[in-house]
């Protein structure tokens, strides 16, 4: 790491009051500088419980909208405008209101993978560490979920709702395919298989345990095994790592581009000038409050 801009970020942040979020695919150095890292769900909830004027959200961009939404009276800093997650670029306005048409009397939970302007449209959000509880609390027997059709497939496994899927994934856990696994469980028998629920169906089912990120870590520290196969982005290794010293893990996810367009250089330009501040139309921010208030209330499953 370089230790002369950490050590720059480290003023600033006690200069402006100000606090760093990292998601867990974040590169070591960045999550080296966080004050919090975590899942989507995790960071959600501390930036309703900080005390800070400015968050600075090392993820992509729908984390930092998600974080303005619940913190609208502060200042929330995203150091690569470019980060956008591809998935969820797969589901809009448009096809939400042509799923909700044709299917009127479901519900509708989307995933925190997404725009806000999805949100503000959807009933419920929810994250790979609630998805199976908060689509089994809803009064509906049909559920429109939006935008991963891989979380969708498994959610209907745990459920007797009939799922309606859209056809979005991520294209890091998409590509974590059964061969990978066999792979590494061949290589390494005595180890524990965790798997993201964004991974294919038939590479799910060579899963020991099936978890969000944050899950994982949970397992992971309360586990006796001392060998984990671990499949989703490689940045969770550095935190399984860092929180697990004494045990191994085996990748077997590929990297996230979208998320390491975050580095020292843009955290510390982003801080430094307070640029790259995101900001959510009022109308579209009330929307979607709700639904993710909703969610944070609903609490994990993992």
Known sequence: MNT???????????????????????????QEVADFVGDSFNLAQRGIETDADIIVFCGV?????TAKILTPKKKVLLPS????????????????????KAHPNAAVVCYVNTTADVKALCDICCTSANAVKIVNSLPQDEVIMVPDKNLADYVQIHTKKRIIPAEGFCYV??????????????????????LHPECPPETLKLADKVLSTAGMLNHVLKSDRREFI???????????TSHAPDKVFYG??????????????????????EKNEITV????????????????????ND
């Not at 200069?15 to 150095?29: D, G, L, P, S, T």
């Not at 470019?82 to 909700?100: F, Q, S």
């Not at 671990?230 to 940045?235: H, L, M, R, V």
């Not at 009022?282 to 609490?299: E, F, N, R, S």
């Open 81 to 100: 405008l470019g980060a956008v997650c591809p998935m969820a670029a797969m589901i809009d306005v448009t096809r939400v209101l042509e799923l909700k």
């Open 4 to 30: 002369d801009l950490k050590s720059k970020i480290l003023a600033l942040k006690k200069e402006k009051n100000a606090v760093i979020f990292a998601h867990n695919y974040q590169r070591a150095e960045v």
């Open 281 to 300: 139309d009022p109308q579209v921010a009330a929307g979607a409050l709700k639904a993710i208030t909703k969610m944070l209330k609903a609490g994990r």
């Open 252 to 273: 077997v996810g590929g990297q996230c581009i979208q998320q390491k367009k975050v580095n020292l250089e843009r955290v510390y330009e982003c801080l430094r000038d």
């Open 61 to 65: 961009s729908f984390m930092a909208e």
């Open 173 to 194: 856990h998409s590509k974590i395919f059964p061969l990978a696994v066999e792979s590494a469980k061949s290589a390494h028998p005595q180890a524990e298989v965790l």
């Open 230 to 240: 671990i499949g989703t982005e490689e940045g969770m290794l550095e935190v399984l």
